[in-house]
């Protein structure tokens, strides 16, 4: 003997709600009905909710990037300050920032460093250990040590 739910089944060939036979049955098809009504509801506010707000949004991603950008202009500005030499490089070794410091130290001018290789810029001999200082590096999170000045 099979016990079970019947499914209701509209003249458009539709699954409808199933018929309950017993009241737990009754008690999971009510349950199963409220959680469609609420995810129903949910989607159309979902729906809503970029019409209702763009405005809001847009107004405060603007915000968020006006922020960022003026915060990346204080620290450029604050690199340009210190007196250490400091150069920013790609996992590639083009420089991407060279500040005032590295361009005492080095000799070279922001305008001639950037977009250079950082090997080929300060060790044109070929006498570069890039490769072992950029393996400690992803070994253990840092890499300290003494280079020499070419230029």
Request: aromatic share 4%; net charge negative.
């Amino acid at each position: 003997m099979m016990s079970g739910v019947v499914d209701k089944v509209s003249t458009d060939g539709q699954s409808l709600s199933p018929t309950p036979k017993t009241p737990l049955e009754t008690e999971l098809c009510e349950a199963l009905e409220n959680l469609q009504n609420q995810v129903h509801q949910i989607e159309l506010e979902k729906a809503e909710l970029p019409d209702q707000h763009s405005q809001e949004v847009e107004c405060l991603v603007e915000k968020k990037a006006l922020s960022l950008q003026r915060r990346v202009q204080e620290q450029a500005a604050l690199l340009d300050v210190a007196t250490d030499a400091i150069f920013v490089r790609d996992l590639d070794g083009n420089i991407l920032d060279w500040n005032k410091g590295a361009e005492t130290l080095y000799g070279w001018a922001a305008e001639e460093a950037l977009e250079k290789k950082a090997s080929k810029l300060m060790y044109p001999d070929g006498a570069n250990n890039d490769g072992e200082i950029y393996k400690n590096l992803l070994r253990q999170g840092s890499w300290k040590g003494e280079r020499s000045q070419v230029r």
